[in-house]
Protein backbone atom coordinates (compact mmCIF):
# COMPACT_ATOMS: atom_id res chain seq x y z
CA UNK A 1 0.00 0.00 0.00
CA UNK A 2 3.06 2.45 0.47
CA UNK A 3 3.93 1.97 -2.34
CA UNK A 4 0.92 2.60 -4.16
CA UNK A 5 0.05 5.43 -2.59
CA UNK A 6 3.57 7.33 -2.96
CA UNK A 7 2.88 6.59 -7.04
CA UNK A 8 3.94 9.60 -9.04
CA UNK A 9 5.05 9.66 -12.33
CA UNK A 10 8.81 10.37 -13.48
CA UNK A 11 9.03 12.05 -16.32
CA UNK A 12 13.04 12.36 -16.14
CA UNK A 13 15.46 9.28 -16.03
CA UNK A 14 19.04 8.74 -15.07
CA UNK A 15 21.38 7.76 -17.94
CA UNK A 16 21.71 4.38 -16.66
CA UNK A 17 20.34 1.05 -18.00
CA UNK A 18 17.58 -0.77 -16.16
CA UNK A 19 19.12 -4.47 -16.39
CA UNK A 20 16.89 -7.14 -18.32
CA UNK A 21 16.81 -9.68 -15.72
CA UNK A 22 14.64 -6.75 -13.33
CA UNK A 23 12.77 -5.87 -16.12
CA UNK A 24 12.20 -9.96 -16.66
CA UNK A 25 11.29 -10.45 -12.82
CA UNK A 26 9.22 -7.56 -13.46
CA UNK A 27 7.12 -8.75 -16.56
CA UNK A 28 6.78 -11.54 -14.46
CA UNK A 29 4.84 -9.84 -11.98
CA UNK A 30 3.33 -8.18 -14.68
CA UNK A 31 1.71 -11.27 -16.32
CA UNK A 32 0.18 -12.67 -13.13
CA UNK A 33 -2.63 -10.10 -13.67
CA UNK A 34 -6.29 -11.57 -14.43
CA UNK A 35 -6.74 -11.91 -17.92
CA UNK A 36 -10.22 -12.75 -19.57
CA UNK A 37 -10.80 -16.58 -19.94
CA UNK A 38 -6.96 -17.11 -18.92
CA UNK A 39 -6.14 -16.30 -22.64
CA UNK A 40 -3.79 -14.00 -21.89
CA UNK A 41 -4.67 -11.31 -24.91
CA UNK A 42 -1.38 -8.80 -25.01
CA UNK A 43 2.04 -8.84 -26.17
CA UNK A 44 4.38 -6.92 -24.55
CA UNK A 45 7.28 -5.09 -26.43
CA UNK A 46 10.38 -4.17 -24.02
CA UNK A 47 12.23 -1.79 -26.33
CA UNK A 48 16.33 -0.60 -25.14
CA UNK A 49 18.03 -0.61 -28.38
CA UNK A 50 18.75 3.22 -28.50
CA UNK A 51 18.67 3.76 -32.41
CA UNK A 52 14.99 2.20 -31.86
CA UNK A 53 13.81 3.99 -28.73
CA UNK A 54 14.74 7.13 -30.13
CA UNK A 55 12.34 6.77 -33.14
CA UNK A 56 9.89 5.45 -30.87
CA UNK A 57 10.42 8.33 -28.56
CA UNK A 58 9.98 10.54 -31.61
CA UNK A 59 6.53 8.84 -31.93
CA UNK A 60 5.88 10.17 -28.53
CA UNK A 61 6.32 13.33 -29.27
CA UNK A 62 9.79 13.00 -27.90
CA UNK A 63 8.30 13.66 -24.20
CA UNK A 64 10.83 13.82 -22.01
CA UNK A 65 10.23 10.93 -20.09
CA UNK A 66 10.09 8.97 -23.56
CA UNK A 67 13.54 10.53 -24.55
CA UNK A 68 15.20 10.24 -21.12
CA UNK A 69 13.96 6.87 -20.34
CA UNK A 70 16.24 3.98 -21.30
CA UNK A 71 13.42 1.41 -21.96
CA UNK A 72 9.84 2.13 -23.44
CA UNK A 73 7.55 -0.61 -23.07
CA UNK A 74 4.81 -0.95 -25.12
CA UNK A 75 1.57 -3.21 -24.35
CA UNK A 76 -0.43 -4.55 -26.95
CA UNK A 77 -3.60 -5.84 -27.33
CA UNK A 78 -3.23 -9.05 -29.06
CA UNK A 79 -5.45 -11.58 -30.68
CA UNK A 80 -2.71 -13.04 -33.41
CA UNK A 81 -1.19 -15.38 -31.10
CA UNK A 82 -4.43 -16.98 -30.11
CA UNK A 83 -6.25 -16.76 -33.38
CA UNK A 84 -3.32 -18.44 -35.22
CA UNK A 85 -3.09 -21.42 -31.94
CA UNK A 86 -7.09 -22.01 -32.99
CA UNK A 87 -6.28 -21.85 -36.80
CA UNK A 88 -3.39 -24.77 -36.04
CA UNK A 89 -5.88 -26.50 -34.60
CA UNK A 90 -9.12 -26.46 -36.74
CA UNK A 91 -10.52 -23.65 -34.20
CA UNK A 92 -12.55 -21.19 -36.15
CA UNK A 93 -11.50 -17.64 -34.12
CA UNK A 94 -14.32 -15.26 -34.54
CA UNK A 95 -12.15 -12.19 -32.43
CA UNK A 96 -12.39 -9.63 -34.91
CA UNK A 97 -15.50 -7.37 -33.02
CA UNK A 98 -14.84 -4.67 -30.70
CA UNK A 99 -16.00 -6.88 -27.43
CA UNK A 100 -12.66 -8.92 -28.25
CA UNK A 101 -10.27 -5.93 -28.66
CA UNK A 102 -11.73 -4.29 -26.19
CA UNK A 103 -11.10 -7.71 -23.90
CA UNK A 104 -7.56 -7.94 -25.39
CA UNK A 105 -7.53 -3.95 -24.52
CA UNK A 106 -8.22 -4.72 -21.22
CA UNK A 107 -5.93 -7.41 -20.67
CA UNK A 108 -3.11 -5.53 -21.80
CA UNK A 109 -3.81 -2.74 -19.37
CA UNK A 110 -4.13 -4.77 -16.36
CA UNK A 111 -0.67 -6.21 -17.17
CA UNK A 112 0.93 -2.80 -17.91
CA UNK A 113 -0.29 -1.43 -14.44
CA UNK A 114 0.65 -4.69 -12.22
CA UNK A 115 4.04 -4.22 -14.49
CA UNK A 116 4.50 -0.80 -13.11
CA UNK A 117 3.27 -1.20 -9.20
CA UNK A 118 6.08 -4.14 -9.34
CA UNK A 119 8.77 -1.38 -11.04
CA UNK A 120 7.92 1.25 -8.79
CA UNK A 121 8.20 -1.37 -5.73
CA UNK A 122 11.68 -1.93 -6.99
CA UNK A 123 12.85 1.67 -6.95
CA UNK A 124 12.20 2.15 -10.68
CA UNK A 125 10.04 5.27 -12.32
CA UNK A 126 7.51 5.23 -14.88
CA UNK A 127 5.40 7.34 -16.58
CA UNK A 128 2.36 6.07 -19.23
CA UNK A 129 2.19 7.38 -22.61
CA UNK A 130 -1.14 8.14 -23.86
CA UNK A 131 0.51 8.93 -27.17
CA UNK A 132 0.71 5.37 -28.16
CA UNK A 133 -2.99 5.91 -29.23
CA UNK A 134 -2.55 9.17 -31.11
CA UNK A 135 0.60 7.54 -33.10
CA UNK A 136 -0.49 3.68 -33.14
CA UNK A 137 -0.33 3.05 -36.62
CA UNK A 138 2.96 4.45 -37.18
CA UNK A 139 4.10 2.44 -33.86
CA UNK A 140 2.60 -0.82 -35.38
CA UNK A 141 5.11 0.06 -38.44
CA UNK A 142 7.96 0.69 -36.24
CA UNK A 143 7.46 -2.19 -33.68
CA UNK A 144 6.37 -4.69 -37.08
CA UNK A 145 3.19 -5.66 -35.40
CA UNK A 146 1.34 -8.35 -37.13
CA UNK A 147 -2.88 -8.35 -37.86
CA UNK A 148 -5.03 -8.24 -34.39
CA UNK A 149 -2.12 -6.37 -32.52
CA UNK A 150 -2.49 -3.01 -31.42
CA UNK A 151 -0.37 -0.75 -29.33
CA UNK A 152 -2.96 0.33 -26.24
CA UNK A 153 -0.06 1.42 -23.04
CA UNK A 154 3.34 2.02 -23.37
CA UNK A 155 5.03 3.19 -20.30
CA UNK A 156 8.39 4.99 -20.30
CA UNK A 157 10.77 3.04 -17.15
CA UNK A 158 13.97 3.99 -15.53
CA UNK A 159 16.08 5.33 -12.90
CA UNK A 160 14.37 8.43 -11.41
CA UNK A 161 16.37 12.08 -11.47
CA UNK A 162 14.59 12.79 -8.69
CA UNK A 163 11.04 11.88 -6.87
CA UNK A 164 8.56 14.63 -7.89
CA UNK A 165 5.64 15.60 -4.97
CA UNK A 166 2.57 13.70 -4.90
CA UNK A 167 -0.43 14.76 -7.08
CA UNK A 168 -3.87 16.38 -5.75
CA UNK A 169 -6.66 13.74 -6.17
CA UNK A 170 -10.29 14.58 -5.77
CA UNK A 171 -11.94 13.25 -2.25
CA UNK A 172 -12.46 9.29 -1.32
CA UNK A 173 -16.10 9.98 -0.74
CA UNK A 174 -16.16 12.16 -3.98
CA UNK A 175 -15.62 9.23 -6.32
CA UNK A 176 -17.24 6.21 -3.91
CA UNK A 177 -20.98 5.41 -4.15
CA UNK A 178 -22.39 3.38 -1.61
CA UNK A 179 -24.56 0.27 -3.20
CA UNK A 180 -25.70 2.39 -6.04
CA UNK A 181 -24.81 5.90 -7.97
CA UNK A 182 -25.71 8.95 -6.20
CA UNK A 183 -25.75 11.85 -8.83
CA UNK A 184 -24.18 14.67 -7.99
CA UNK A 185 -25.89 18.19 -6.93
CA UNK A 186 -23.92 21.10 -9.06
CA UNK A 187 -22.82 22.52 -5.61
CA UNK A 188 -21.05 18.93 -4.14
CA UNK A 189 -19.58 18.75 -7.72
CA UNK A 190 -18.16 22.65 -7.56
CA UNK A 191 -17.34 21.17 -3.76
CA UNK A 192 -15.42 18.30 -5.23
CA UNK A 193 -12.84 20.13 -7.53
CA UNK A 194 -12.72 23.30 -5.24
CA UNK A 195 -9.36 21.91 -3.57
CA UNK A 196 -7.92 20.94 -7.21
CA UNK A 197 -9.22 24.87 -8.39
CA UNK A 198 -7.49 26.19 -5.86
CA UNK A 199 -3.53 24.59 -5.85
CA UNK A 200 -1.01 27.00 -7.10
CA UNK A 201 -0.07 24.61 -10.00
CA UNK A 202 -3.96 25.15 -11.51
CA UNK A 203 -3.81 28.86 -10.88
CA UNK A 204 -0.70 29.23 -12.60
CA UNK A 205 -1.92 26.77 -15.15
CA UNK A 206 -5.49 29.08 -15.65
CA UNK A 207 -3.30 32.07 -16.13
CA UNK A 208 -1.42 30.98 -18.40
CA UNK A 209 -3.70 29.64 -20.51
CA UNK A 210 -5.44 33.21 -20.17
CA UNK A 211 -8.36 31.12 -19.23
CA UNK A 212 -10.44 32.18 -16.25
CA UNK A 213 -11.55 28.83 -15.13
CA UNK A 214 -10.23 25.39 -14.78
CA UNK A 215 -12.44 23.68 -16.44
CA UNK A 216 -11.80 25.46 -19.38
CA UNK A 217 -7.97 25.09 -19.70
CA UNK A 218 -8.88 21.15 -19.94
CA UNK A 219 -12.31 21.71 -22.44
CA UNK A 220 -10.04 24.13 -24.56
CA UNK A 221 -7.28 23.11 -24.68
CA UNK A 222 -5.57 20.18 -22.88
CA UNK A 223 -8.25 17.96 -23.99
CA UNK A 224 -10.47 19.62 -26.52
CA UNK A 225 -13.16 18.23 -28.69
CA UNK A 226 -11.36 18.98 -32.21
CA UNK A 227 -8.15 16.66 -30.97
CA UNK A 228 -10.44 14.02 -29.33
CA UNK A 229 -12.22 13.70 -32.52
CA UNK A 230 -8.97 13.98 -34.47
CA UNK A 231 -7.36 11.34 -32.54
CA UNK A 232 -10.59 9.05 -31.93
CA UNK A 233 -10.70 8.93 -36.04
CA UNK A 234 -6.86 8.09 -36.13
CA UNK A 235 -7.09 5.55 -33.50
CA UNK A 236 -10.27 3.69 -35.18
CA UNK A 237 -8.22 3.70 -38.20
CA UNK A 238 -5.42 2.15 -36.92
CA UNK A 239 -7.57 -0.23 -35.22
CA UNK A 240 -9.55 -1.16 -38.52
CA UNK A 241 -6.12 -1.52 -40.34
CA UNK A 242 -5.19 -4.19 -37.96
CA UNK A 243 -7.93 -6.01 -38.87
CA UNK A 244 -10.47 -5.72 -36.42
CA UNK A 245 -13.87 -4.73 -37.66
CA UNK A 246 -15.16 -2.19 -35.52
C1 LIG B 1 -3.42 6.41 -19.94
C2 LIG B 1 -2.46 7.47 -19.43
C3 LIG B 1 -1.77 8.24 -20.33
C4 LIG B 1 -0.83 9.18 -19.88
N1 LIG B 1 -0.10 9.88 -20.79
C5 LIG B 1 0.87 10.72 -20.37
C6 LIG B 1 1.71 11.35 -21.31
O1 LIG B 1 1.59 11.16 -22.53
N2 LIG B 1 2.69 12.16 -20.83
C7 LIG B 1 2.88 12.38 -19.50
O2 LIG B 1 3.79 13.12 -19.14
N3 LIG B 1 2.08 11.77 -18.57
C8 LIG B 1 1.10 10.95 -18.98
N4 LIG B 1 0.32 10.28 -18.06
C9 LIG B 1 0.53 10.51 -16.63
C10 LIG B 1 -0.55 11.40 -16.04
O3 LIG B 1 -0.37 12.72 -16.52
C11 LIG B 1 -0.44 11.33 -14.53
O4 LIG B 1 -0.72 10.00 -14.11
C12 LIG B 1 -1.43 12.27 -13.83
O5 LIG B 1 -1.13 13.61 -14.15
C13 LIG B 1 -1.37 12.09 -12.32
O6 LIG B 1 -0.05 12.31 -11.88
P1 LIG B 1 0.76 11.17 -11.09
O7 LIG B 1 0.80 9.96 -11.97
O8 LIG B 1 2.14 11.75 -10.86
O9 LIG B 1 0.03 10.93 -9.82
C14 LIG B 1 -0.64 9.38 -18.49
C15 LIG B 1 -1.37 8.60 -17.58
C16 LIG B 1 -2.27 7.65 -18.05
C17 LIG B 1 -3.01 6.80 -17.06
Same mark, same amino acid.
Given at each position: ?? +???????????? &????????? +? =????????? !???? &????? +????? +???????????????????????????????????????????????????? !????????? *?????????????????????????????? *?????????? %???????????? %?????????????????????? %?????? *???????????? !????? %??? &??????? =?????????????????????????? =???? *?
Amino acid at each position: MD +SLTSHVSIRKFK &NEPVPEELI +S =QLLISGIRA !STTG &NMQWY +SIIVT +SEPVLKAELAKLHYNQSAAVTAPVIITFCADIYRFSQWCVINNAKPGYDNFI !SFFNAAVDA *ILVAQNFCIAAENAGLGICYLGTVTYNAAD *IVKLLVLPEM %VVPVASVALGWP %VNIPELTDRLPLDVVIHNNRYK %VYTSEE *ISKAYKEKENLD !SSRNF %VRE &NNKERLA =QVFTDIRYNKKDNEYFSARFLDAIRS =QGFD *I
